[in-house]
């Protein structure tokens, strides 16, 4: 007889509600007819994720601890990152629904391996194919995310890492329009994240040579007790970084960011880059903080080298795009650094700095590429610097909001961006990695140049084109106002919420 571990379920209720609404929503695509899928889908999502959000409420009262036989650990920075996720997956997910009907129907492909146009493409429309399965694709990845900062078993984090990765992968491919570069998006995201997922199974066995275990716990009881194997230590820890260091886009495992953020369909791209973001950091804290926080002495100055490597690249590379979606790729990238600047200063102002720029980042994200997917061209997406000449007048609110996000981005005062990287910098300094804060105010300031440039760009740029920027549905304005107003929010008042991550910055061990 086996021994079945208990678990508390009422810890990891949030969990299981996301995961339950994706599982229904797998059902209704098979059962449900096609004329009633989108709206079903749509409200089953946001039920779920609402649901899962007052879960996650309930939760942090009175019913943290570790449970399931040690592998998910319920605490504050679980319980902040959940929440997050949560929050930017309703902003996201309203986003996602203005491309399924009325304006604009052509975002998401009917089968995304066909050519458009294709014999293939017309039978699976007669035959009332439907992209209404991004709903719980989206609820599946949103269910990995949340647990992969609860795990507090590496091959449980594994295990998240796929859940969260596979659907996006076929998100990734979905787009309509310029279908062979989203195509190509998709496939090399998934054969890079195949490798990474090796590299960082392949550091799971290494610890568990090492320690004989898997959970964070014994391995962290057994770092500084151990003498044979000790040769295992490091290089495992490098591996599982290499795995996490992907899926937050650092350097130089980055190559996979600027292709599959173009390439994706545009919504999905703002979730891919907040969300995933948002669950890695979390993950990376779990694995740093809590499972090999007594060796850091051996992992913090490789990662500190990978920080100003990625904000540096990050803020170079960006200044030399002319696509959209591929400046606030490359933005992404050196936004990773910001992150990584926080997270290896260690105790609870890095676990807490680390946590509020996750929020700055995700709410201005998420609405950044909402408003690059309502400018359209010729009935596909205007991406192109010079085709956003002169939108300033011609839609004064879309360039109003999306300047203001891209000041927030450049870290401007009275946004949420400037609190952000204050977070991190003053945590760095006060860990005696001044010279790491240094780096990152000086490619905050090359990075500001793109920005600024595609302001001046709206406002003074000479129309030469067709561009236009279609009208958006409630729910989207919703989306787009709601993450302004945080963004806002954040760099008026930070108070409250700095409170808040200090406050849950407290790992269960």
């Not at 054969?191 to 320690?211: D, K, Q």
């Not at 807490?352 to 995700?362: C, D, E, K, N, V």
């Not at 961006?417 to 006060?430: N, S, Y």
């Not at 600024?452 to 003074?460: D, S």
Request: proline content about 4%; glycine content about 10%; some cysteine.
């Amino acid at each position: 007889m086996f021994d079945v571990p208990e678990i508390d379920y009422l810890a990891i209720l949030p969990l299981i509600i996301v995961f339950a609404g994706g599982l229904i929503g797998c059902l209704l695509e098979g059962f449900l007819h096609r004329s009633r899928r989108p709206n079903a889908q749509l409200w089953l999502s946001i039920v779920t994720l609402v649901a899962a959000l007052v879960a996650v409420v309930w939760v942090a009262r009175d019913n943290q601890g570790i449970t399931a036989a040690g592998a998910v650990t319920i605490d504050g920075p679980t319980l902040l990152i959940q929440g997050l996720v949560l929050m930017l997956s309703i902003i996201g997910l309203l986003a996602m629904s203005e491309r399924l009907g009325g304006t604009n129907p052509d975002a998401f492909t009917q089968a995304g391996v066909s050519v458009p146009g294709s014999v293939e493409e017309a039978d699976a429309v007669r035959l009332g194919g439907t992209t209404t399965e991004v709903y719980p694709l989206t609820l599946l990845s949103v269910g990995g995310m949340m647990l992969f900062p609860a795990s507090n078993d590496l091959l449980l984090m594994f295990i998240a890492l796929e859940v969260l990765s596979l659907p996006l992968y076929v998100l990734s491919g979905l787009a309509r329009r310029r279908r062979l570069l989203s195509q190509e998006a998709s496939l090399k995201y998934f054969l890079l994240g195949a490798f990474s997922s090796a590299f960082f199974l392949f550091g799971a066995v290494l610890l568990y040579g090492y320690a004989g275990s898997m959970r964070l716990d014994v391995i962290a009881e057994a770092i500084g007790t151990q003498t044979v194997m000790d040769g295992l230590l490091v290089p495992g820890i490098l591996l599982l970084a290499v795995g996490l260091l992907f899926k937050v886009g650092a350097v130089p495992f980055h190559s996979w960011v600027p292709d599959v953020y173009q390439g994706a369909p545009t919504t999905v791209t703002g979730f891919m880059a907040a969300c995933t973001k948002v669950a890695a950091f979390g993950a990376m804290l779990r694995l740093l903080y809590v499972g090999v926080e007594a060796a850091r002495l051996d992992w913090q100055p490789v990662l500190a080298a990978v920080a100003a490597v990625t904000m540096v690249v990050g803020a170079v590379l960006t200044i030399v795009q002319t696509d959209v979606k591929r400046i606030l790729a490359y933005s992404s990238i050196a936004h990773a650094g910001f992150v990584l600047t926080g997270l290896i200063a260690m105790q609870q102002v890095g676990a807490s700095s680390t946590m509020f720029y996750l929020m700055a980042y995700g709410f201005m994200t998420i609405p950044a590429f909402a408003l690059v997917a309502l400018v359209r061209s010729a009935g596909s997406e205007a991406t192109h610097i010079s085709q956003w000449a002169g939108l300033g007048q011609r839609a004064p609110w879309m360039a109003a909001a999306f300047s203001f996000l891209l000041l927030a981005f450049a870290g401007i005062p009275l946004t949420s961006g400037f609190t952000g990287k204050f977070a991190v910098f003053a945590a760095a300094i006060a860990n005696d990695y001044a010279w790491l804060a240094v780096i990152g105010v000086l490619a905050s300031a090359v990075t500001a140049y793109i920005y600024f440039k595609l302001i001046v760009t709206l406002y003074f740029g000479d129309r030469k084109n067709d561009t236009v920027v279609v009208t958006p549905s409630a729910l989207t304005t919703f989306a787009v106002v709601s993450g302004v107003l945080i963004t806002l929010g954040l760099g008026i008042a930070p108070a409250p919420l700095l409170d808040l991550a200090a406050n849950a910055a407290h790992f269960l061990r």
